[in-house]
């Protein structure tokens, strides 16, 4: 089976030669493995045989995939958002909008001159999508991504007293979201298609589930409206527990749930998969820092073990992933076990290297 072939007949519930393998890496980790195995970086997926190739187009870019070498460096994103890299990642530093009155946030302009821009980061995803299976994410969706505009504590006052005002912004983050999406569909040949957004409850400022039925859930399915009306497998990872939400999300037409570290809360994933495996397929669920980073191999090798021997088989679907990026800190004896463990073997991943470095010495 190639890539393309064993994520779907996964996701289709049907038998498939090894569990896929959708693993990201923080880009110092793939710069220490490209120094071990001796190969170029841009053959690290290649070797390890990450069988989805995807990347975000919608707002996590800022997040998600700019890296800085030093704490507090940082960014300023198309919609005026101030990124600072503080530990492991990005974390938000300034909102646009939170000195704003209501009157002046209803005049926010989203970044559609960067459009583009933003949909050519899918061009080197594609390449080769006879033989991978190729997504695309335009998360954050709604809330999260007007979260981000506003900040927090704005956030929940417009909750409280600016139905109007959170109606319209809403809807227009989603509608935002949905061109992304509607776009990426028409010009690439996608398998998958991600959202992404803040569920209830998350933290201080969350909002109860009645709450995120009346005026989230409406303009999420815009989202999923694009993914379905183009028949392709419709994702989604939120930030918060999602548990409550999950009979909504699959009535939406959610297909595929990703299992990130504060997805459904004081829940075994097991439970979870015999609970909505049925109509359901996961991914991730193995977490990246107290077991990839911060466990041994034999803890790697058991928790891959345990998720993909029970979230996989038996009428359910399981694509193998850390909860988030791998950090810059995992060990790479981790990365090796848990490839191991889903069936690509450290002497295939050397086999594959040697390969590779011939090839570039005939270059």
Known sequence: MNSKQRVHAALRRQPVDRVPIHVTFHPDTVAALARFLEVP??????????????????NDYFALGITHGRDGEGHTDFWGIRWVHQGSGNRLAEFPLAAMTPEQVRKFCFPLQHVEELLSRLEPFVTGAYEHFVGCDVSPCVLEMYRRLRGPERLAADLESEPALIEEMLD??????????ELACRRFPLDWLWAGDAAPPQDAHAIPPELWRRQVKPHLQLVFDVGKRHRLWVGYRGCGDLRPMLPDLIEMGLD????????CVDVDLLDLSREFGDRLAFVGGLPARDVMALGSPDE???????????????GRAYVLAPTECLPRETPLENIFALYAEAGVSYEEIQDRAAAVRAREKQK
Request: hydrophobic share 50%; proline share 0%; charged share 25%.
């Open 41 to 58: 970086r841009h053959a690290i997926e290649e070797i390890l045989d990450n069988d989805v190739r995807m990347t975000w187009v919608n």
């Open 172 to 181: 227009r983050c989603a509608a935002f979201a949905a061109l992304l999406a």
């Open 256 to 263: 595929v749930l990703h299992l990130a570290a504060n997805t």
């Open 300 to 314: 790697v090798r058991r928790c891959t073990r345990r998720l993909v021997e029970g979230m996989s088989g038996q």
